[in-house]
């Protein structure tokens, strides 16, 4: 079955995909419309058009039925550590080590397959692969991550998350000592321009900003807390490479050699928000793992 929307006054001068978002798919997130668009599953005046594609009076849009996919992820007892559940959402203490979804370069068991083994529902928002991931961290960054359950909470923590109505904030401990106390890193962020496996802070790039703070200095390195303001893939690590103070353990962005057996120093240790259906203002805490507290407690 095929869908067809004609613009009216209304609509023109809205970009494809947030108007299709806001109007016709209410229930699934703009990367999913977005996907549908670069698929060819949405067209515009019969032919295929960029997602940003500007709308103007009388274009015809159609959408052509997509085929659902079977959930064919199989659960695995991972015996995950969840910090709070309720019937709409989880917060989940990701490992050190743990990438958070499969992909194409990626099958072996991730934090979907745990949630698949202890959840009963999570929200289909983000597809068969992504079932109930609002937002992702590092495979070697360790901490808290919030679980949509069902849609509509996805959808309301989506659009808290877009807001920056989420509080994310972060240990890390980094190269060299800090002259600062606390200060703001403001550059955009976008993808490496001879290396495709990584991020950089280039002209152009998307809107990036991190808070931090010094919690203590150490002869060569400077332990800090650091608030998300935006989540751009990689953010921390690339801005604080981008200052000169990479994070300890960081092959990608710091030193080839590097400290320690488990990846980055970068602990996602509080998350707050308001819960989507409740309307509770929340706080979570979470330590951060031993081997990154046995590091600190060396160093005093």
């Not at 550059?187 to 900003?209: S, T």
């Amino acid at each position: 079955m095929i869908k067809t929307i004609k613009i009216t006054v209304e609509g023109e001068k809205q970009r494809l995909d947030m108007f299709l978002s806001d109007t016709y798919f209410t229930d699934k997130s703009r990367s999913y419309v977005q996907t549908l668009i670069k698929t060819e599953h949405i067209l515009v005046n019969q032919k295929k058009v960029k997602t940003g594609y500007v709308l103007k009076t009388d274009d015809l849009i159609t959408i052509k039925d997509v085929e659902e996919k079977q959930l064919n992820l199989d659960p695995v007892n991972m015996n995950l550590d969840i910090i709070y559940e309720d019937e709409d959402l989880a917060v989940i203490n990701k490992p050190v080590g743990m990438v958070v979804h499969p992909a194409s370069s990626y099958q072996q068991p991730t934090l979907v397959h745990g949630l698949l083994y202890q959840m009963k529902h999570l929200s289909s928002i983000n597809g068969v692969i992504r079932p109930g991931i609002v937002h992702r961290i590092d495979k070697d960054t360790s901490g808290l991550l919030v679980v949509a359950k069902h849609d509509k909470a996805h959808t309301l923590l989506s659009k808290a998350l877009k807001h920056h109505e989420i509080q994310r904030t972060y240990i890390a401990l980094v190269y060299h000592r800090f002259k600062e106390e606390e200060g703001i890193i403001d550059a955009p962020i976008g993808r490496h321009p001879k290396n495709r496996l990584k991020m950089a802070v280039i002209e152009g790039g998307k809107p990036a900003r991190t808070h931090f703070k010094v919690i203590k200095r150490f002869t060569d390195y400077t332990l800090l807390e650091c608030r998300l303001e935006t989540g751009r893939t990689h953010q921390i690590r690339v801005h604080m490479a981008y200052i000169n103070h990479p994070l300890v353990g960081d092959p990608i962005y710091g030193p080839k050699k590097t400290i320690g057996k488990d990846g980055q120093f970068l602990h996602a240790y509080q998350l707050s928000f308001m819960h989507p259906i409740k309307n509770e203002y929340m706080t979570f805490h979470a330590d951060i793992p031993n081997y990154f507290q046995t590091f600190i407690s060396n160093l005093e």
